[in-house]
Nanobody, 122 residues
Framework: QVQLVESGGGLVQAGGSLRLSCAAS????????MGWFRQAPGKEREFVAK????????YYADSVKGRFTISRDNTKNTVVLQMNSLKPEDTAVYYC???????????????WGQGTQVIVSS
């Protein structure tokens, strides 16, 4: 049974930083590209960042490029999102998921964890 457990969210002032972590189990983690997604109140879930199975390749939404960094540790089955220079528009619930390979930003798994709430105050 796949489990994705996100953590690390919180309340931060604009310009601040947060480090989100996602612990995955129930899947062969090192075989999957992984990604972060977010959902703001009243909006649809959107893609934020992805990282290849090896960790060599990364891809970011334009809105976070240069501010967020995705990384992974295949020995610990974790994927991390380092978020710097946060803006109020980054306020959302953040989720991780496996992502289809290549340039796709489509989540692969039909399962979502509980997410972790990020609130950025102005």
């Amino acid at each position: 049974q796949v489990q994705l457990v996100e953590s690390g969210g919180g309340l931060v002032q604009a310009g601040g930083s947060l480090r989100l972590s996602c612990a995955a189990s129930g899947l062969t983690f090192s075989r999957y590209a992984m990604g972060w997604f977010r959902q703001a109140p009243g909006k649809e879930r959107e893609f934020v960042a992805k990282i290849s199975w090896s960790g060599v390749s990364t891809y970011y939404a334009d809105s976070v490029k240069g501010r967020f960094t995705i990384s992974r540790d295949n020995t610990k089955n974790t994927v991390v999102l380092q978020m710097n220079s946060l803006k109020p528009e980054d306020t959302a619930v953040y989720y991780c998921n496996a992502v289809q390979v290549g340039t796709s930003t489509t989540p692969l798994l039909g399962y979502w964890g509980q997410g972790t709430q990020v609130i950025v105050s102005s």
